[in-house]
Antibody
């Protein structure tokens, strides 16, 4: 069974940092492209970042570029999101999501999400 | 960036109704359009990918169509478990933008 389990969320002050993790199991993690998607309270979905299966190709939303860093450790079956210079508008539930057999086909498995709250 | 616009933003319907949700892209995205269902407090669930391909395990009452800039998600006969929020997402280019969502409520 495919499972994605996020961790690392919590309350952080504006300007602070947080590192999210996503532990993957039930599939060959190193073969799949991965994403982070977030959802502010009561709002819609916002794609945040993408990383290819090898980690060689990475994309970011403009709203997080220069502040967030996506990475993966295929040996540990884990995906990460390092978030620096956090702002109130980064408050959201953060989901890790596995791409389908092709990145053209959307994300077929999602974690349960981890809540990040940026507030003083 | 490609803008995705869904209509309507909300919809009231009854069990057994046929429902259609529309998604329009600000430029052509070929058939790289996906549909998700999200229930309160839960992660999104992929329903349709590549505009019209039914994700494994999704009931056949869900269907998708369209190409270019105009797409539709149709639920042929609403079931109680279908009341949720639906999002379209383009995977043609980054950023992979989502529509604003369509909230489907019980009439």
């Amino acid at each position: 069974e495919v499972q994605l389990v996020e961790s690392g969320g919590g309350l952080v002050q504006p300007g602070g940092s947080l590192r999210l993790s996503c532990a993957a199991s039930g599939f060959t993690f190193s073969s799949y492209e991965m994403n982070w998607v977030r959802q502010a309270p009561g709002k819609g979905l916002e794609w945040v970042s993408y990383i290819s299966s090898s980690g060689s190709t990475i994309y970011y939303a403009d709203s997080v570029k220069g502040r967030f860093t996506i990475s993966r450790d295929n040996a540990k079956n884990s995906l990460y999101l390092q978030m620096n210079s956090l702002r109130a508008e980064d408050t959201a539930v953060y989901y890790c999501a596995r791409d389908h057999s092709s990145s053209w086909y959307g994300s077929d498995y999602w974690g349960q999400g981890t809540l990040v709250t940026v507030s003083s | 960036d490609i803008q995705m616009t869904q209509s309507p933003s909300s919809l009231s319907a009854s069990v057994g109704d046929r429902v259609t949700i529309t998604c329009r892209a600000s430029q052509s995205i070929s058939s790289y359009l996906n549909w998700y269902q999200q229930k309160p407090g839960k992660a999104p669930k992929l329903l349709i990918y590549a505009a019209s391909s039914l994700q494994s395990g999704v009931p056949s009452r869900f269907s998708g169509s369209g190409s270019g800039t105009d797409f539709t998600l149709t639920i042929s006969s609403l079931q109680p478990e279908d009341f949720a929020t639906y999002y379209c997402q383009q995977s043609y280019s980054t950023p992979r933008t989502f529509g604003q969502g369509t909230r489907l409520e019980i009439k």
